[in-house]
């Protein structure tokens, strides 16, 4: 079961490799390259909402780009098998994240969030969401009416998603995210600040010049590659879709309080206010 309260880094690395967020994760090793290859291979549907041109046309490259930054095994000999992220790796970029949220707080910034993995991330986000509208901030309200050709976009729990007969959608799509900010546009609205999403929807938006951070699997380069260019501000890496979402209760705790998300920082920031 997952850990209660705001775990330390060391007791959160343990639960991500207990809970397979991260270490020994279920993505199989064939998988992770057959997924570089495509995408060296200018697969779009591996772009994840990104122009890479022909900057990533080796697969060697890719693959040490992904060891380099999820901890994927760095050996190209390394064909079949377990494959790994590194939960260090993990606790790094949410500390990365963290800052960046910190700032956004300050600046009661606009901020949207997203998700093609609402089985599994739908709620990270969402809390996420909660805490900076209770820090001050703008959680960008999306225009109705918006469609792509998988479905139609819209809002759950502060969270953008696609919908589609009736269900909420995974999708490695950009497209849902360049429906929205064509839409914000189009409304005369300002477009967020931050764009805090996972899989196309963050691609998309850094593509288009919006801060971005966002979760990536290890058989999602694009992300990996996108920050490494800078085009992605964060990319945390780690399985997006465990066995429960409820094991990801102890991640975003750490991720709210090092980002002074927390109630206790509210009330701290509040009383600071009056005096």
């Not at 109705?144 to 696609?162: H, K, M, N, P, R």
């Not at 269900?167 to 600040?193: F, N, Q, V």
């Not at 931050?194 to 966002?214: E, I």
């Not at 490494?228 to 964060?234: A, K, M, N, W």
Request: glycine residues 10%; charged residues 25%; proline residues 5%.
């Amino acid at each position: 079961m997952p850990i209660p309260g705001t775990p330390s880094r060391a007791d959160l690395v343990d639960h991500l490799v207990r809970t397979r967020i991260a270490g020994d994760v279920a993505t199989p090793r064939e998988n992770n390259l057959s997924h570089y290859r495509k995408l060296a291979n200018g697969d779009r549907n591996y772009w994840l909402g990104l122009e890479l041109g022909d900057r990533w046309t080796d697969e060697q490259d890719v693959l040490a780009v992904m060891a380099e930054r999820c901890g994927v095994n760095d050996d190209p000999e390394y064909r079949y098998g377990q494959d790994t992220i590194d939960p260090d790796l993990t606790v790094d970029a949410l500390e990365r994240m963290a800052g960046r949220l910190r700032k956004a707080a300050a600046g009661k910034q606009r901020v949207l969030f997203a998700t093609g993995h609402p089985g599994g991330l739908l709620d990270v986000h969402r809390a996420t969401a909660a805490a900076l509208r209770s820090a001050g901030c703008e959680i960008v309200v999306i225009p109705d009416g918006l469609s792509t050709d998988e479905g139609y976009v819209f809002q759950f729990a502060d969270v953008a998603v696609l919908e589609h007969g009736a269900t909420l959608w995974h999708t490695h799509s950009g497209e849902p995210m360049r429906a929205i900010l064509k839409g914000l546009e189009s409304a005369g609205r300002p477009l967020p600040d931050l764009v805090v999403a996972d899989h196309g929807w963050a691609g998309c938006a850094g593509q288009l010049g919006v801060d971005s951070m966002g979760y990536a699997d290890c058989n999602d380069p694009a992300l990996f590659l996108a920050e490494s260019e800078g085009t992605v501000q964060v990319t945390v890496p780690m399985d997006d879709h465990v066995t429960s979402p409820r094991f990801y209760d102890p991640m975003t705790a750490y991720l709210l309080d090092a980002a002074g998300l927390t109630d206790a920082d509210a009330d701290a920031n509040a009383e600071s206010e009056t005096d």
